[in-house]
C-alpha cells in the first residue's frame, strides 16, 4: 500500500488552527512575564579559562609537542625541554574552602551537562599545517598530525561536557604498576583458571584516564527508628536444657547530624557505576580514594601516551547517588552515639536536605590490567592506583581446584569431628 | 526431624552436631578462597575514607514499650552499622 492509497478517503487538509492554551494575557501580565527573571538554575562556573584557542602549548616556545614525564609530574616540552606544571585546581579555584557556605548546585564548566548528540568522532583541522585529523574522542582527547607532528587536542571542539575541569597527573611508572600487577596476581596463582595462568602478561598493563566527578557538599541527614536496652537477663532451666531470657526497654530513637563533605570522588561513566555480580565493576572502585587536591588544572598534554574515557553521566544522573552516599555518611556520623541501646538499634527512616553541592569533573589515573573470561564472558581487571599504588582485582578461579581444595579440607575436619566422637562415646 | 534433633543433642560424648564441621569447614573454605580471588565484596569506603566535617550529632530518646521476656539477644533488623541499606526515604 502506498501512501497516496492511505490517504485517499482521508477530508482535504484543513489550515491549521492555532492551539488553545488559556485565555489570552492582559497587556500587563504579558509585561510582568517579559520582566520576569528566569528560573534559577544550577550556577556554572568556568574555572579554565586557558582553553580559548582549543590548544594547550609549551608556554616558552609555543610548541604544542609536550607530555608527561611521570618521575616528576611535570610536564615536559620536547622541543625546548622546558619543564613546568599547571597549577593546582584546589588552591586556584579555592575548591577546598567555603563548602559549608555552599548555596544550591554549583557546577564548573567542565561538569556540565552532556551535549546530547555529541559526536564520538571529531575531525580537526591541524593548526600546524592544515590537515585534517580524525579524533574518536571516546578512548583519546588528543592527536597527532600525522604530517608534522603538531599536538592537537579537542579542547575547543568536543562539546559542553567532554573536556573536565582538571586532570590529576599519573606518578606511578609503568614498571611500578606492572609490578604492582605481578605481586598482585602472584599471590593468587594456586587457584587461578590454568588459562588465565597461562596467559598472565602484566607488561599489557595500560595506563587510563578515567572520568570522575568530585563534590563537595554540605547536608543535613536524620533518622528515626526504635532502640532497645537490655534491661535484664535471666536463664531458666527446662529439662536437661537451660533456656536464657532478656527483658529490654523499647526506645523511640531519632538523630540528625549536619556535615560537610570534601572530594566525595564519583563514577562519571556509567559503565562502572552499576555494581552487580555479573561485573567486576567494584574493582576500580575500590582503588579509591585519589590525593584529588593535588588535581592540576586541565591541559591535554597530560593525556599524551595515555588513553582516557569520555564522561557520560551528568550531574543529575549522580544527584540521587550523591544523596545515598551523603545518608550513608550521615549514619556512619551518627552510629557513635548509639552506645547505650546495647540490643541494637533499627533505622526505620531517613531524610536529607543537601544544603549546597560543587561539582567538579576530573580525571584520575589508573593502570589496568584486563583479561577477558571466554568462558564465563567477564571482563577480570586488575587495577591499580596511580597516585597511590593501591591495587585490586579481579582473577578468573579454577573452579575444580576450588572444589578439590574445599572437599579436601572438609574431608580433613570430618574425620577430625569423627575421631572426637569415638574418643568421646 | 525432631526426633533427629533429639539424636544430634543428646549423648554422654561429644555432641553428633559436630559431624556438621567437614561441610561447614568446606563451604567456609571454598567461599573464602573465591572471595580472595574475586574480591566481589570489595569496594571504596567512602564513609571513612572522605574528609567530612560534622557538627554535634543531635536527637532524643523517648522510651516507648517494654519486653519482659523474649529470647532474641538482640533488636530485630539491627541496621545501625549497615550505613548503606536504605530504609524509607522520610520528605
Not at chain 1, 527508628?225 to 532451666?237: L, P
Request: aromatic content about 8%; some cysteine.
Amino acid at each position: 500500500m502506498t501512501q497516496d492509497d492511505q490517504h485517499s478517503d482521508a477530508p482535504a487538509a484543513e489550515p491549521r488552527k492555532p492551539v488553545f492554551d488559556g485565555p489570552p494575557l492582559s497587556l500587563e501580565e504579558e509585561l510582568a512575564a517579559a520582566r520576569a527573571e528566569p528560573e534559577a538554575g544550577p550556577t556554572i562556573e568556568t574555572i579554565n579559562d586557558s582553553l580559548a584557542d582549543g590548544v594547550n602549548r609549551c608556554p616558552k616556545c609555543g610548541s604544542t609537542d609536550v607530555q608527561l614525564r611521570a618521575s616528576t609530574g611535570m610536564l615536559v616540552c620536547l622541543f625546548c625541554r622546558h619543564q613546568w606544571q599547571e597549577e593546582r585546581v584546589e588552591e586556584e579555584f579555592g575548591l577546598g574552602v567555603g563548602i559549608d557556605e555552599l548555596e544550591g548546585t554549583v557546577i564548573a564548566s567542565g561538569a556540565q551537562e552532556i551535549a546530547e548528540g555529541a559526536d564520538d568522532i571529531v575531525t580537526l583541522t591541524c593548526g600546524g599545517c592544515g590537515a585534517e585529523v580524525v579524533v574518536d574522542t571516546a578512548h583519546a582527547m588528543n592527536a597527532r598530525c600525522h604530517w608534522c607532528r603538531h599536538t592537537l587536542n579537542v579542547n575547543q571542539r568536543t562539546p559542553n561536557g567532554a573536556v573536565p575541569d582538571a586532570v590529576l597527573p599519573f606518578k606511578l611508572t609503568r614498571d611500578e604498576a606492572v609490578e604492582k600487577i605481578r605481586e598482585f596476581a602472584g599471590k593468587r596463582r594456586l587457584f587461578a583458571h590454568p588459562r588465565f595462568r597461562k596467559e598472565f602478561v602484566p607488561e599489557n598493563v595500560l595506563g587510563v584516564y578515567l572520568p570522575y566527578l568530585v563534590v563537595d557538599a554540605r547536608a543535613e541527614a536524620s533518622y528515626t527508628g526504635r532502640g532497645e536496652v537490655q534491661t535484664r537477663r535471666w536463664t531458666e532451666k527446662s529439662g536437661d536444657n537451660s533456656v536464657t531470657y532478656y527483658a529490654a526497654d523499647v526506645y523511640q530513637v531519632d538523630r540528625s547530624v549536619s556535615f560537610t563533605v570534601d572530594d566525595l570522588t564519583m563514577e562519571g561513566a556509567a559503565d562502572r557505576a552499576q555494581f552487580d555480580s555479573s561485573t567486576t565493576n567494584n574493582i576500580v572502585n575500590t582503588i579509591l580514594p585519589f590525593d584529588t587536591k593535588n588535581a592540576v588544572r586541565w591541559n591535554s598534554s597530560y593525556l599524551v601516551g595515555f588513553t582516557s574515557e569520555k564522561r557520560d553521566l551528568d550531574v543529575a544522573d549522580l544527584s540521587p547517588k550523591l544523596e545515598d552516599q551523603l545518608l550513608s555518611i550521615g549514619r556512619s556520623q551518627v552510629h557513635g552515639s548509639l552506645d547505650r541501646f546495647d540490643r541494637g538499634v533499627r533505622w526505620e527512616g531517613e531524610k536529607v536536605d543537601v544544603g549546597g553541592s560543587r561539582w567538579v569533573s576530573m580525571y584520575l589515573p589508573v593502570w589496568i590490567y584486563s583479561y577477558y573470561q571466554e568462558n564465563t564472558k567477564m571482563l577480570h581487571y586488575i587495577a591499580v592506583n596511580a597516585r597511590t599504588g593501591e591495587t585490586m582485582g579481579s582473577v578468573p578461579v579454577s573452579q575444580w581446584r576450588l572444589i578439590l581444595a574445599a572437599l579436601t579440607v572438609g574431608t580433613f575436619l570430618e574425620g577430625i569431628a569423627g575421631a572426637i566422637l569415638v574418643g568421646t562415646a | 526431624m525432631s526426633a533427629l534433633v533429639t539424636v544430634l543433642a543428646s549423648g554422654d560424648g561429644a555432641p553428633l552436631w559436630i559431624l556438621a564441621a567437614g561441610p561447614a569447614g568446606a563451604l567456609g573454605t571454598y567461599w573464602a578462597i573465591y572471595r580472595y580471588y574475586r574480591n566481589t565484596d570489595k569496594s571504596h569506603a567512602f564513609e571513612r575514607d572522605t574528609l567530612i566535617e560534622a557538627q554535634p550529632v543531635q536527637g532524643h530518646e523517648e522510651k516507648v514499650d517494654h519486653i519482659s521476656r523474649t529470647r532474641d539477644p538482640d533488636i530485630d533488623g539491627d541496621n545501625s552499622a549497615k550505613y548503606r541499606e536504605r530504609v524509607r526515604r522520610l520528605r
